[in-house]
């Protein structure tokens, strides 16, 4: 069994000089969603997520060797503009994966980052950009230790990404990836993402996600705050009993292909996430009148014509349309007829289904 201690990289004497790295890590977007952690970053419930593949984070990683002094050091640039907003929240990631790389106040990082997506789209960012900060580091701990196997890197890299944001545990390997311990998925862990091992329907095989921007603003409450929220929270226990068994749901339809208990499953989940949210104390709720809207357009919409489409959420208000790539024509005639107005400044991204973090 793989522990956290695995993942302590050996004391070295070996340094290099200077050196970049470029990666970029993809968003995922959750089936089973998970929704309740314990510290550090495990989940109170294992999840299921697709990769996506337009949706991403590039991230170029310069390194130069100092004299180490017990500090971090770094500079961290958005869109090559410096942006102080992001520095507390690389400074509290590099802290907490100091144990485990212990290497990194040997040098200076400069940390060029941006993303496929509009900066303040209302999609959350923190999976693609704390992924791709995961890569370039293990890009220089593997320059360190050239032994490492592909398998350990990419554990690891899902192991810190987890530290910087749970769900960005996802975005390392794809297609299909699951976080936490669950007894029908071999070698699943609460500490990293494990690509899904059975076999893929086709279906699912580049399946499309269709991103409906319907608020781009702040969220009223964070994902951490509502998180915490489940401590306590009246129906976390069968919540989290629920999660484990519809994982065990998706893990049998995606390797049948059956499109009608996928939608039944997948809805229920985005569903019930917002529930917890709705009925935690205090209560909150992220979903917009324009996010109803579009839920119950496309209910009339798949009952009328007998497409398999359908929704999902994440903490927010966005709206992700799942749908087979058999029936994308359709499906992009209806976003365009009937719901586009429904978007802030009518604007909807299209994705689908993605490979994972790519060196560059």
Same mark, same amino acid.
């Given at each position: 069994? &793989?522990?956290?201690? @695995? ?21 995922? *977007? ?11 970053q495990l989940p109170a419930n294992p999840s299921i997520s697709l990769t996506l593949n337009q949706c991403k984070t590039i991230t170029t990683f310069g390194f130069t ?45 400069? *940390? ?16 693609? =950009? ?11 701990? /593997? ?6 196997? @592909? ?14 944001? =749970?769900?960005?545990? /996802? ?8 976080? =936490?311990?669950?007894?029908? &998925? ?26 409906? %921007? ?14 915490? %929220? ?29 499109? @009608? ?36 357009? &496309?209910?009339?919409? /798949? ?31 209806? *976003?365009? /007829? ?14 689908? *289904? ?7």
């Amino acid at each position: 069994m &793989i522990t956290a201690n @695995d993942f302590i990289a050996p004391q070295t004497s070996k340094t290099i000089a200077n050196g970049q790295f470029c990666w970029s890590a993809p968003s995922n *977007i959750a089936l089973v969603k998970y929704w309740g952690k314990q510290e550090p970053q495990l989940p109170a419930n294992p999840s299921i997520s697709l990769t996506l593949n337009q949706c991403k984070t590039i991230t170029t990683f310069g390194f130069t060797a100092k004299q180490a002094d017990g500090n971090f050091s770094f500079d961290l640039l958005f869109e090559g503009q410096p942006k102080p907003d992001f520095n507390p929240k690389i400074q509290k990631f590099l802290e907490r994966i100091d144990h485990y790389c212990p290497y990194l106040k040997q040098y200076h990082f400069t *940390i060029d980052t941006r993303n496929t997506f509009p900066h303040s789209s209302g999609i959350a960012s923190s999976a693609s =950009g704390m992924a791709a900060l995961a890569v370039n580091i293990m890009s220089l701990e /593997r320059a360190l230790f050239p032994e490492m196997t @592909d398998d350990y890197f990419n554990r690891k890299a899902s192991f810190l990404a987890r530290l910087g944001s =749970g769900s960005a545990c /996802r975005s390392i390997s794809g297609q299909v990836v699951v976080w =936490g311990k669950h007894v029908d &998925i071999a070698d699943s862990s609460d500490l990293f993402g494990v690509s899904f091992s059975g076999k893929i329907h086709d279906n699912f095989k580049n399946f499309q996600d269709t991103i409906l %921007l319907v608020d781009k603003g702040e969220k009223q409450v964070s994902s951490t705050v509502g998180h915490e %929220l489940m401590n306590g929270h009246a129906f976390a226990t069968q919540r989290f009993a629920q999660a484990q068994e519809n994982l065990s749901k998706i893990k049998s339809i995606l390797e049948t292909g059956d499109l @009608d208990t996928f939608i039944q499953i997948v809805e229920s989940e985005a569903l019930t996430l917002h529930a917890m949210m709705m009925t935690s104390l205090p209560y909150f709720i992220l979903m917009k009148p324009n996010t109803l809207e579009i839920i119950n357009r &496309i209910w009339k919409f /798949r009952s009328q014509s007998n497409i398999p489409v359908c929704f999902t959420l994440d903490a927010g208000a966005n709206v992700h349309i799942l749908y087979p790539e058999n029936v994308s024509v359709a499906v992009l005639e209806f *976003i365009k /007829r009937e719901l586009v107005g429904y978007c802030k400044n009518g604007e909807y991204i299209c994705d689908g *289904i993605g490979v994972g973090s790519q060196k560059l």
